[in-house]
């Protein structure tokens, strides 16, 4: 089943944007993870300040089934089932995508209530 990276996004409580091409990313510090890969798989792509940290992280992401697409110096990509949890967990921590909190329908009317409530000793 192909997946898009919009629904990817929305299922992992992840942020997308569009990258200078106009294709659809979910962006973190060290990395993204983009689709455009045949097989519903979807691709993760990884830069590191050096060689060894990438060699351990591909090291890391071979362990549970991805598989590497493009293997460089300092960076590469790895195609992963975005149906399958783990690889989507180590996806995210290996490019270190945060995702999106999801706030408490307390934390909802508590935030409604500040925002209605009319400041006092405004200059």
């Keep these: 089943m192909m ?3 919009q ?3 929305e ?3 992840l942020k997308y ?3 200078g091409c106009g294709d659809r990313i979910v962006f973190g510090r060290c990395g993204h993870i983009g689709d455009g890969y045949k097989d519903g798989k979807l691709g993760v792509f990884v830069s ?3 060689r060894r940290r990438w060699n351990f992280v591909r090291r890391k ?3 549970p089934g991805f598989v590497i697409r493009q293997d460089a110096d300092t960076e590469g990509v790895a195609l ?3 149906e399958d949890k783990k690889q989507v967990r ?3 921590s290996v490019a270190r995508i945060k995702t999106r909190r999801k706030p408490t329908p307390e934390q909802v009317a508590q935030l409604a209530r500040m925002r209605s409530t009319p400041r006092s000793g405004a200059l």
């Design 17 to 19: 944007r569009l990258d």
């Design 11 to 13: 299922k992992n409580r």
């Design 48 to 50: 590191l300040p050096t």
């Design 7 to 9: 629904e990817f996004a």
């Design 90 to 92: 180590l996806a995210q």
């Design 80 to 82: 992963f089932d975005p």
């Design 61 to 63: 992401l071979l362990a």
């Design 3 to 5: 997946i898009s990276i």
